[in-house]
Nanobody, 125 residues
Framework: VQLQASGGGVVQAGGSLRLSCAAS????????IGWFRQAPGKEREGVSL????????YYSNSVKGRFTISKDNAKNTVYLQLNNLKSEDTAVYYC???????????????????WGQGTLVTVSS
């Protein structure tokens, strides 16, 4: 199983980026996919989730209204659109797949079995 995160970069505050998570070795139709991020010196935190069953989406309070998660089953890829970026969004962003997610616990890292390598997003002010 591989989850390949990409799309990070340097962007000015207020700008946008689209992150991609390309999966191989598993189908995103069978696994809920989450995005997490880890800023320097901080714990890894959940950002967003897209459920495989009905496509329901979830967001942390810090990104709600600014980030949008989506997926393309044909490409086996999940996307995270980041809009109105702020300096506090600077972090390494990871995608992860869960084999047995308890949805109400989607923010917990322990719920995920497979992790990508991360892509760095840097927001300059």
């Amino acid at each position: 199983v591989q989850l390949q995160a990409s799309g990070g970069g340097v962007v000015q505050a207020g700008g946008s980026l689209r992150l991609s998570c390309a999966a191989s070795g598993l189908s995103i139709e069978d696994y809920p996919i989450g995005w997490f991020r880890q800023a320097p010196g901080k714990e890894r935190e959940g950002v967003s989730l897209i459920d495989n069953i009905d496509g329901s989406t979830y967001y942390s309070n810090s990104v709600k209204g600014r980030f949008t998660i989506s997926k393309d089953n044909a490409k086996n890829t999940v996307y995270l659109q980041l809009n109105n970026l702020k300096s506090e969004d600077t972090a390494v962003y990871y995608c992860a797949a869960s084999g047995s997610l308890v949805v109400r616990q989607w923010l917990l890292r322990e719920q995920y079995d497979y992790w990508g390598q991360g892509t760095l997003v840097t927001v300059s002010s």
